[in-house]
């Protein structure tokens, strides 16, 4: 597939930051509306400071093309991540939105995998991704945003196989790590785990506190059984 790629390679000045609402499409059809605060400079956006918002609610655009939509319908590819800072997208590219405000359209369109092996990551690279571990706020984005997209496939095609692993996809985390991780929010939910208070905590602090209240609970069982007349 051969894509007509331009970088704009401008410095940005006046920057001030405004929100705007931004409808990102992937190009089997799944479409997230989110509206976000981002940087602006002389009546254009800053590409990158979308697209970090965007992670921040939890999509990924991992060997992708990033395009906008244009006024006049044209789809411009803009670049591959990571995208340079100095990337704008003129303003007058915007639509209007119902309630007032600009709307930016993106295009996601995924690259197709290297066939000679080369993006299989080393053993040290995978060990360095597996350390890396998630905080409480990206992993329930992630799990919120894996539970939409599989609603969403679930109701295009409810006979369709594998769409969970397909959803999974969107997050760029294996469906086995989201299952763990929905679990866990589960289990902190019942067990009254605070969120919002330690959402910036690693994900390894609701573990402990989830495998420390069952503990306790089954502590509890298993006196009110023995507690029990035969």
Known sequence: MNYDIIQQDREPTDEQTGFIDVNTTFEDGLTFVYTI???????????????????????????SIISYITRDGHKFNCWCEPIPDSFLIPESETFMSLE???????????LDQASDGTEDSTQDEQKAKRSKERTIAEVTSKVEIWKKVYNELKQINAEAKNIAEKAAEYVSIPKKS???????????????????????????????????????????????MEGQPL
Request: hydrophobic share 30%; with cysteine; charged share 35%.
């Open 37 to 63: 605060n981002v940087l602006k400079s002389s009546n254009e956006i800053v590409l990158s400071s979308v697209l970090q918002e965007l992670k921040q609610k939890g999509l990924c655009f991992d060997n």
């Open 100 to 110: 007032g405000r600009e709307t930016l359209k993106l295009f996601i369109t995924k």
């Open 178 to 224: 989201l299952d763990d991780y929905l679990h866990q929010l589960k289990l902190g939910k019942k067990y009254g785990f605070k969120f919002e208070k330690h959402g910036r905590s690693k994900i390894g602090r609701l573990r402990k506190y989830n495998k420390r209240h069952g503990a306790k609970e089954k502590e509890e069982v298993k006196v009110n």
